[in-house]
């Protein structure tokens, strides 16, 4: 089996957001099916790669699968002894070596959607895209979308996708990632209601943030219930204002940075 074929896997894993675990021989003493390197993808429901068979890759797999299904996130390892003495869950292997695996949960990778890329939006990504994120910007302005615009992200950590809509912003919600963050800071707040209405309508999304003023908010609230039909729980899902409290600055750049810590911190409660 081609040794491409674990990186492919994890490629795919991570392109259609599904958790996973990477098994990977990490030591081996004497006589081992596979040399230290080997490793194996495990999914949901499939698995890609090879560790040797036998009781060390079932075993794993069971693990691997179980580590999935308590949502796990810290790496750990298990010892193999390969003699005819050994209690084996699946079959004896007699090869007479011992064996050190690593398992390495693949979280999710989360997404991030920012509906306007002006002076803080852009800085919002500079930060953002330096996580290992699924990025969206989407503006309705070419401008803002444009190569040398964006140049500030050449050196991104981020998957970064940019989606120009100058009709119908709120259409890139239905297609973005189940989960992805929202954070609605464009130009107009005609688009900001209107992102906002359709956010609320769109059942796969994660949090929903929006930029602005208390007037604007106390605005919107009303536009959102008696126009849009949207009760207060619903109302209550998007988060206003964003960014930490106690960082009160009105530079762009503070703005994203209190941004950015607000977000990253909601990533890791997720996670935790």
């Given at each position: 089996?081609?040794?491409?074929?674990?990186?492919?896997?994890?490629?795919?894993?991570?392109?259609?957001?599904?958790?996973?675990?990477?098994?990977?021989?990490?030591?081996?003493?004497?006589?081992?099916?596979?040399?230290?390197?080997?490793?194996?993808?495990?999914?949901?429901?499939?698995?890609?790669?090879?560790?040797?068979?036998?009781?060390?890759?079932?075993?794993?797999?069971?693990?691997?699968?179980?580590?999935?299904?308590?949502?796990?996130?810290?790496?750990?390892?298990?010892?193999?002894?390969?003699?005819?003495?050994?209690?084996n869950?699946?079959?004896?292997?007699?090869?007479?070596?011992?064996?050190?695996?690593?398992?390495?949960?693949?979280?999710?990778?989360?997404?991030?959607?920012?509906?306007?890329?002006?002076?803080?939006?852009?800085?919002?990504?500079?930060?953002?895209?330096?996580?290992?994120?699924?990025?969206?910007?989407?503006?309705?302005?070419a401008?803002?979308?444009?190569?040398?615009?964006l140049?500030?992200?050449?050196?991104?950590?981020?998957?970064?996708h940019?989606?120009?809509?100058?009709?119908?912003?709120?259409?890139?919600?239905?297609?973005?990632?189940?989960?992805?963050?929202?954070?609605?800071?464009?130009?107009?707040?005609?688009?900001?209601?209107?992102?906002?209405?359709?956010?609320?309508?769109?059942?796969?999304?994660?949090?929903?943030?929006?930029?602005?003023?208390?007037?604007?908010?106390?605005r919107?609230?009303?536009?959102?219930?008696?126009?849009?039909?949207?009760?207060?729980?619903?109302?209550?899902?998007?988060?206003?204002?964003?960014?930490?409290?106690?960082?009160?600055?009105?530079?762009?750049?503070?703005?994203?940075?209190?941004?950015?810590?607000?977000?990253l911190?909601?990533?890791?409660?997720?996670?935790?």
């Amino acid at each position: 089996m081609p040794d491409s074929t674990w990186v492919a896997a994890v490629a795919g894993l991570r392109e259609r957001r599904e958790s996973g675990v990477l098994v990977t021989v990490a030591a081996v003493r004497g006589h081992a099916p596979r040399d230290a390197g080997a490793k194996l993808v495990v999914g949901r429901t499939g698995t890609w790669g090879s560790i040797g068979g036998g009781n060390i890759e079932a075993v794993a797999i069971d693990r691997a699968r179980e580590m999935l299904a308590a949502g796990e996130a810290e790496p750990e390892l298990m010892d193999f002894a390969l003699n005819d003495k050994a209690v084996n869950q699946h079959g004896v292997q007699c090869c007479g070596g011992t064996v050190v695996v690593l398992l390495e949960p693949l979280p999710v990778t989360k997404a991030l959607a920012i509906f306007g890329v002006g002076h803080v939006g852009l800085e919002l990504a500079r930060i953002m895209a330096r996580q290992d994120i699924e990025l969206h910007l989407v503006d309705s302005r070419a401008d803002m979308l444009t190569k040398e615009r964006l140049e500030v992200l050449a050196d991104e950590a981020a998957e970064v996708h940019v989606h120009h809509t100058p009709l119908l912003p709120e259409e890139v919600l239905a297609h973005l990632p189940h989960g992805t963050h929202i954070l609605i800071m464009t130009h107009d707040h005609a688009e900001d209601a209107a992102l906002c209405d359709a956010a609320l309508r769109t059942d796969h999304l994660g949090t929903i943030g929006l930029i602005g003023s208390s007037a604007k908010w106390a605005r919107f609230r009303k536009r959102l219930a008696e126009e849009g039909g949207h009760d207060a729980a619903a109302i209550d899902r998007i988060k206003t204002p964003i960014g930490l409290p106690d960082i009160t600055g009105k530079e762009p750049a503070t703005i994203a940075v209190s941004v950015a810590a607000d977000l990253l911190r909601t990533f890791e409660s997720e996670t935790a």
